[in-house]
């Protein structure tokens, strides 16, 4: 396969010999906010090539002891060895190239590709045990030159992965905008450094939100976010699985074709979002994260390892169907206060009735004569 390439194009601020102030405030400017992302060239794609034909070189692996069809450099090395290895740079275009070349580390982006650091930033690894038997190369019109390098790796390197690049750069100044533009193109360099291989992946800072909808027999939506930490020394990616349910595990949904994290570096996070539909609000949520890490090997093959789980709580209330449910109770509560009012109304009112018949009786019979008593001295 084609080497595996990586440019970046940076804009620096250029000298023009004569600028007004607003031209040197518009150059300055220009240099801060302008500079071109980086992308790397997957295997099979072959040498890189600005599609806009501004880099006029490409870069590949040599051909040699190591194979003739490599897509990137890598090596598994002891603690304290040392390795020599080449990259072959060719012009096409149709002046003379000088380009300047050196070693850095490499660094996973935000959008997930591998990067290098720039010439001015501290390389602590690969790009600090690299050395390129020249800090720069001449390459005639339509020639190739070879370029040795050599890795030494310090006797105290931590075993485990490590990954970096080599460069090649040339800066051009651009008149029209008034800056310099540093255009790289660089192969990345993989060491496995031997020693104990403790790959590791940690689930951190694992949230659950729940956002439901006016129906209220209706699911909602939750989202599941977490940070995904390479604590171990291996580059590692994962499959993910995510789940959400209902107390005692009622309601489950399941999301299982959740993209794939880039290959992280050791020491490297990366932050998930992933959305969960058709979750029923069963007040206390529990979502769940599963991460299978896969280990590549120096032959190119991927294991998975021991799947990793976290497990977090959240609230999923149904807030339309609480409120329907409060004005149904509501309303039974006052049909049944109204009822027992009503009740005790009526028998508020038997009782003064009952009282004023019996009250009647009494009157009326004070009213009338009294009746003779059979017996009595008025009877003889």
Do not use: C
Not at 167 to 191: F, M, N
Not at 205 to 216: E, I, Q, S, V
Not at 231 to 236: D, E, I, P
Request: proline share 7%; net charge positive; hydrophobic share 40%.
């Amino acid at each position: 396969m084609p080497a595996t390439t990586m440019r970046r194009d940076t804009a620096r601020p250029a000298r023009p010999a004569r600028t007004s102030r607003t031209a040197l405030v518009r150059t300055v400017a220009l240099a801060l906010f302008l500079a071109l992302a980086a992308a790397i060239a997957g295997p099979g794609t072959g040498p890189a090539r600005a599609a806009d034909g501004e880099v006029s070189w490409t870069v590949r692996t040599a051909a040699n002891t190591y194979g003739s069809d490599r897509s990137s450099f890598g090596y598994s090395i002891n603690p304290g060895g040392a390795i020599k290895d080449t990259m072959t740079v060719a012009n096409h275009g149709k002046e003379p190239l000088t380009l300047t070349v050196y070693a850095s580390d490499g660094f996973t982006t935000g959008t997930g590709q591998l990067d290098l650091l720039t010439r001015d930033k501290r390389s602590t690894g690969v790009g600090a045990w690299t050395r390129p038997d020249r800090d720069s190369v001449v390459v005639q019109p339509g020639r190739t030159a070879d370029v040795p390098f050599t890795v030494t790796v310090p006797a105290n390197a931590t075993p485990g992965d490590h990954v970096g690049g080599i460069l090649t750069s040339l800066k051009q100044p651009d008149a029209d905008q008034g800056i310099t533009v540093d255009r790289r193109l660089g192969i990345k360099i993989a060491l496995r450094v031997s020693g104990e291989l403790r790959p590791g992946l940690r689930v951190e800072d694992l949230h659950a939100g729940y956002r439901g909808t006016a129906n209220p027999f209706g699911t909602g939506d939750a989202t599941v976010s977490y940070t995904i930490h390479n604590t171990g020394n291996a580059t590692l990616s994962a499959r993910q699985a995510v789940s959400v349910s209902g107390p005692f595990g009622w309601f489950k949904a399941d999301v299982k074709d959740v993209a794939a994290p880039p290959s992280l570096l050791p020491g490297e996070t990366w932050k998930v979002k992933v959305p969960v539909h058709g979750v029923a609000p069963g007040f206390r949520l529990s979502a769940t994260v599963t991460l299978t890490p896969l280990l590549t090997d120096a032959s190119g093959s991927t294991s998975p390892l021991q799947p990793v789980k976290a497990t977090t709580h959240g609230w999923a209330v149904p807030w339309t169907l609480v409120a329907l449910v409060v004005l149904v109770a509501a309303a039974v509560v006052g049909v049944l206060l109204l009822s027992r009012r009503s009740r005790a109304r009526a028998r508020q009112r038997e009782d003064a009735r009952v009282k004023e018949a019996v009250e009647a009786t009494l009157r009326a019979r004070e009213q009338s004569p009294s009746a003779a008593v059979p017996g009595s001295p008025e009877s003889s």
